[in-house]
């Protein structure tokens, strides 16, 4: 099977692990570091709204808790009660988080219906002109 097939069923396998009582709206995401590793995340909400996590972020803490740093590709799924009817679009501070931890040019943003029904993006194009580790090069401390 294809790296990308397998990344997909990654992340709609991960849905059903979703804590989201709140939104309803389940999301789970499989991210793909450059040694190979898969790391699965999901959303966590919180009874205090904004503690809670989205499902991109939580895979990032997971990987780089396990010395992952290196993205190359993230599938994302996610739909209201889990289901999936539409692609689900990474929010805005998890476009950040990730350019951390890749190339964005190269890096392969993946929204997942099924399996096989994916759409795929480059995460320069969905965050241009972004700021990153280099900005901070030669800077005290
Ligand atoms: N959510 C994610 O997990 N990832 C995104 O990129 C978009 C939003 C979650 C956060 C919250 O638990 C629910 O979806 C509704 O906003």
Redesign the pocket.
Known sequence: MDEKKMLAQKALGALGFAY?PY?K?R?AAALLAEDGRVFTGV?V?NASYPA?I???RTAVSKAVSEGAVSFTAIA?C?GKDGKVTDY????GI?RQVLREFCNPEKMTVMLVKTADDRKEFRLADLLPESFGPEFLEGEPG
């Open positions: 989201a939104s709206f999301v959303n909400e809670g989205c499902a991109e994302i996610g689900c679009a990474p929010c998890c």
